[in-house]
């Protein structure tokens, strides 16, 4: 008699919560860990210590893990994540520990949440058994603005972001500069979705591309393709206004522009859309060329593709720099829009660049491919 083959179990949503020092994460990660929304989840942490936890404490489960009183276990990263994450999975599966169905990792002492991102996506085993739902990046509401002015980590925080957390919202007394601490994270990353600190905690860690049992979940919430292309829009439109203003008075003024905000500046969000089913091969070609050319510049990539091979189950696309990872082939399109959408969430990295890329794979028009100058500096360029 033959054992039948095993069925892999569903992947397991997997959330980061990252922020800058001082933001007010280990506040709102106190409030998390006392909420039943957060049962049968673990909670990965550098040290105990830092958050407080021993009125929180039931029992300790093994060296390095607590049981909390919300029913979520909370661990600390003893050297590894990876070796960290490998291990929860083997507990689990052993029947050592809860069998949990969601992970928050809590980020601090890590500015960049990629290495976490490359930790999962790029790792075989890790990449079946955990899924990315998303980042979520908690701002100082109070400082956010200033953080966001001193520091390029916390810009590129908030821009890889699926949620941003506005904290400290007690303390604000300038409700303009609130408003446009919003605006310009809106501007900086139009498809996050931008919540305050007391906020219900699962709509904090979830409402990302994955559900609880690892099935797809809400594909268009986690793309946001609309926002992408709104504010891809809106500020085409503000740019021609200021050119044309700027052309009329015959003076330059780039350095109206405050020199604070360089760092937004250099972050750009966009989507490219193709309404024909691309082949597998040609997909795989451009997402290759692109990440060995440009990889250190995606801070994200998110997409939904349509294959023509099998243009009825469209794939699913997540990468981070260096490292694409095609998750999962949905069983049917999540709506009547059946274009191929790829949101890039690049650093200092034009849309040209990527777009006449994206044409030459295609094969649009000529006018649309990349010309020698635009590539000269490719090692790996179109040459035949």
């Given at each position: 008699m033959?054992n039948?083959p095993m069925?892999?179990p569903p992947?397991i949503p997997l959330?980061i919560?990252?922020?800058?020092l001082?933001a007010?994460k280990?506040?709102?990660l106190?409030?998390?860990l006392?909420?039943p929304?957060?049962q049968?989840?673990?909670?990965?942490?550098?040290e105990f210590?830092?958050i407080?936890?021993?009125?929180?404490?039931v029992e300790?489960v093994d060296e390095?893990?607590?049981l909390l009183?919300a029913?979520?276990?909370?661990c600390?990263?003893?050297g590894?994540?990876?070796?960290?994450l490998?291990?929860l999975l083997r507990?689990?599966?052993?029947?050592?520990i809860m069998p949990?169905r969601?992970v928050i990792?809590?980020?601090?002492g890590?500015a960049?949440p990629?290495?976490?991102?490359h930790a999962?996506?790029?790792?075989?085993?890790?990449?079946?058994?955990?899924a990315?739902e998303?980042?979520v990046?908690?701002?100082?509401?109070v400082?956010?603005a200033?953080?966001?002015d001193?520091h390029?980590?916390?810009?590129?925080?908030?821009?890889?972001?699926?949620?941003?957390?506005?904290?400290?919202?007690?303390?604000?007394?300038d409700?303009?500069s609130?408003?446009?601490l919003?605006?310009?994270?809106r501007?900086?990353?139009?498809g996050?979705a931008i919540?305050?600190a007391d906020a219900?905690?699962?709509?904090i860690v979830?409402g990302g591309?994955?559900?609880?049992?690892g099935k797809?979940a809400?594909?268009?919430?986690w793309?946001k393709t609309?926002?992408?292309e709104e504010a891809?829009?809106?500020?085409h439109a503000h740019?021609?206004?200021?050119?044309h203003?700027?052309?009329?008075?015959?003076?330059d003024?780039g350095?109206r522009h405050h020199d604070?905000?360089?760092h937004d500046?250099?972050?750009?969000a966009?989507?490219?859309?193709?309404n024909?089913?691309?082949?597998?091969?040609?997909l795989?070609m451009f997402?290759d060329l692109?990440?060995?050319?440009?990889?250190a510049?995606l801070?994200?990539?998110?997409?939904?593709?349509a294959l023509?091979?099998?243009?009825?189950?469209?794939?699913?696309i997540?990468g981070?720099?260096?490292?694409?990872?095609?998750?999962?082939?949905?069983?049917?399109?999540?709506?009547?829009?059946?274009?191929?959408?790829?949101v890039?969430?690049?650093?200092?990295?034009?849309?040209?660049?990527?777009e006449?890329?994206?044409?030459?794979f295609?094969?649009?028009?000529?006018v649309?491919?990349p010309?020698?100058?635009?590539l000269?500096?490719?090692?790996l360029?179109?040459r035949?």
């Amino acid at each position: 008699m033959t054992n039948a083959p095993m069925t892999p179990p569903p992947p397991i949503p997997l959330t980061i919560l990252t922020g800058f020092l001082g933001a007010g994460k280990t506040t709102l990660l106190n409030r998390m860990l006392k909420s039943p929304a957060l049962q049968d989840t673990v909670v990965i942490i550098n040290e105990f210590g830092e958050i407080g936890l021993d009125h929180l404490l039931v029992e300790t489960v093994d060296e390095g893990m607590v049981l909390l009183s919300a029913g979520c276990l909370c661990c600390s990263v003893r050297g590894d994540l990876i070796a960290t994450l490998e291990d929860l999975l083997r507990k689990r599966d052993n029947g050592r520990i809860m069998p949990f169905r969601r992970v928050i990792i809590e980020t601090t002492g890590l500015a960049d949440p990629a290495p976490i991102l490359h930790a999962v996506l790029y790792h075989p085993y890790l990449s079946m058994r955990y899924a990315v739902e998303g980042v979520v990046t908690v701002i100082d509401a109070v400082n956010g603005a200033l953080t966001l002015d001193l520091h390029r980590e916390a810009v590129k925080q908030a821009a890889v972001a699926e949620r941003i957390v506005l904290a400290k919202m007690d303390l604000v007394q300038d409700r303009t500069s609130l408003r446009d601490l919003r605006e310009r994270l809106r501007q900086l990353n139009p498809g996050a979705a931008i919540l305050e600190a007391d906020a219900p905690v699962e709509d904090i860690v979830a409402g990302g591309l994955f559900d609880l049992d690892g099935k797809i979940a809400d594909v268009a919430g986690w793309l946001k393709t609309e926002a992408v292309e709104e504010a891809e829009r809106l500020s085409h439109a503000h740019q021609h206004a200021h050119h044309h203003h700027d052309d009329h008075d015959g003076h330059d003024h780039g350095h109206r522009h405050h020199d604070v905000n360089r760092h937004d500046e250099r972050i750009r969000a966009f989507c490219l859309t193709s309404n024909q089913p691309v082949r597998q091969g040609t997909l795989d070609m451009f997402l290759d060329l692109l990440r060995s050319s440009q990889g250190a510049k995606l801070l994200r990539v998110k997409g939904l593709v349509a294959l023509a091979e099998d243009p009825e189950h469209p794939v699913v696309i997540h990468g981070v720099q260096h490292v694409i990872h095609v998750p999962a082939i949905l069983p049917r399109w999540p709506s009547e829009d059946r274009r191929s959408r790829i949101v890039f969430i690049v650093d200092d990295l034009e849309r040209e660049t990527v777009e006449k890329l994206w044409n030459a794979f295609l094969g649009r028009p000529a006018v649309d491919q990349p010309d020698a100058a635009a590539l000269s500096d490719n090692p790996l360029s179109l040459r035949r």
